[in-house]
């Protein structure tokens, strides 16, 4: 997408044919449009092929600033802060699973609180709240929620340093003191998958991952807790666009100068809302651990390894080479995840000669994959990839579509196991209300950006 009118750079899409053509049914191109028109944004705009009509920012959208004459917008990481997905290796084979999976799927509904304003089992006070959210998954790991040695499998190693809890409202705080630990509602799940397929054994064999055994993906966020932040600093940034004289094509993209005061204080709030979630699937893995050996015999969960933990809605300061130099920016994800390729320092040791593990979730029905980062998106995306299906469909066309149990139905026919605390959710999670999740990991895989390591498929799922 050629720069026009105020657009300071031009757009860059990652998409087949058929993708490209479904995201001009909506203001997703639009979008994108806008982003490039924004103070210090360089190189390109870009969207993933799962893009499709966000809050300011497309989702699927990514953009990079410049530190010194850069902004960073609320919009450009949306009101889930820190979404996310963590992917767990199990030791258990499908046939081991598959005649106890009932008992398997009810005891995660109960372990893992989930729907909208579920109230976790976890019980904290403000000062813990504080502690959680300044300290991350730290703070999780000396309660007790094991284990150390995931720390290092999750990006930022669980923890995003500058979190002050001062910058976060009062209401932010009350609406995540009871919802610590919890999934959500819309398109978060736990979800028992099946490794049906290995593309590139060797990465799969250094991810843990086996074809014909069954892992566990944990999607979710930061619950009400990030919602309000994204919410209080909205209107904080409204303020500021007007104070800076930036130019908004559009208000959902309002936002300050990246050294400005509104905008620190917008990072140190995010980053607590980026840390409450690195605890709340860290947390959740325990008690699916803790499930699995109820199940199947204790010491279960003890071979249960994370892959890895990534986020999908986040900004961050990076170092990425613009016209030949490197430069450091602020690079903002809004469902578009990080996929670094080998030799990156921030990769775990244990990755860093392989790349980073990307992980896609699909939608109950369809497939998830496990991709890696490559060199491509190091060049062409400041190190991004897709994050999921990426929505085709409305929540409220897609409830006036299908009915819960219709969907219910047609899963248990495919032999997936559902539970969710309402019929209506699965409607509006229905698979197809989702883009193609193959077409959109081939093409990112096609645009060198990510490759494909595994194919997932849902065997049980309990939603929000």
Not at 200 to 229: D, T, W, Y
Request: proline share 4%; net charge positive.
């Amino acid at each position: 997408m050629e720069a026009e009118g105020k657009m300071r750079v031009p757009g860059r899409i990652f998409a087949t044919k058929k993708m490209f053509e479904s995201m001009g049914k909506d203001r997703t191109f639009q979008q994108l449009k806008n982003v490039a028109t924004l103070p210090g944004i360089v190189k390109s705009a870009c969207l993933m092929p799962d893009g499709h009509e966000g809050y300011g920012f497309p989702i699927g959208g990514v953009g990079a600033f410049d530190m010194e004459t850069g902004v960073i917008s609320p919009g450009g990481v949306g009101y889930d802060i820190n979404c996310g997905v963590r992917l767990i290796a199990t030791p258990l084979s499908k046939k081991e699973v598959v005649p106890k999976m009932k008992q398997l799927v009810e005891l995660l509904f109960k372990n893992v609180p989930s729907g909208v304003g579920s109230k976790g089992k976890l019980r904290v006070d403000m000062r813990q709240l504080e502690e959680a959210v300044t300290r991350g998954v730290d703070w999780a790991i000396e309660q007790g929620y094991r284990a150390a040695k995931d720390k290092e499998k999750t990006e930022e190693g669980g923890r995003m340093d500058g979190a002050d809890f001062s910058a976060v409202s009062e209401k932010a705080k009350k609406r995540g003191l009871p919802q610590f630990g919890t999934v959500g509602a819309g398109n978060h799940f736990v979800e028992i998958q099946e490794i049906e397929r290995v593309m590139l054994p060797e990465v799969a064999e250094k991810f843990g991952l086996k074809a014909g055994n069954v892992a566990v993906m944990i999607h979710c966020g930061s619950r009400g807790f990030g919602h309000q932040v994204c919410d209080d600093y909205l209107r904080e940034m409204l303020a500021a666009s007007r104070k800076y004289k930036i130019e908004l094509p559009d208000h959902e993209l309002c936002c300050a100068p990246i050294n400005s005061p509104e905008a620190q204080r917008y990072v140190k709030a995010m980053r607590c809302a980026v840390n409450y979630a690195f605890c709340n699937r860290h947390i959740m893995m325990h008690w699916v651990r803790e499930t699995f050996d109820e199940v199947f015999g204790k010491g279960t969960g003890e071979e249960m390894s994370l892959v890895y933990d990534v986020c999908h809605n986040i900004a961050k300061f990076e170092e990425h080479e613009v016209d030949g130099k490197r430069q450091m920016l602020c690079v903002h994800r809004k469902g578009a995840t990080r996929a670094f390729a080998a030799g990156r320092r921030e990769l775990p040791a244990y990755y860093r000669e392989i790349g980073q593990p990307v992980m896609i979730p699909g939608s109950m029905g369809t497939a998830s994959y496990v991709l890696v980062g490559r060199k491509g998106a190091m060049e062409n995306s400041f190190g991004s990839s897709c994050h999921g299906a990426g929505r085709a469909m409305s929540r409220s066309k897609a409830i006036n579509t299908w009915k819960g149990r219709q969907i219910e139905n047609e899963l248990a026919s495919k032999g997936i196991m559902v539970k969710a605390t309402e019929a209506e959710l699965l409607a509006e999670e229905a698979p197809g209300a989702y883009k193609d999740v193959d077409e959109v990991v081939m093409s990112v895989q096609a645009a060198g950006l990510s490759d494909i390591v595994a194919r997932l498929i849902p065997m049980g799922v309990v939603k929000g």
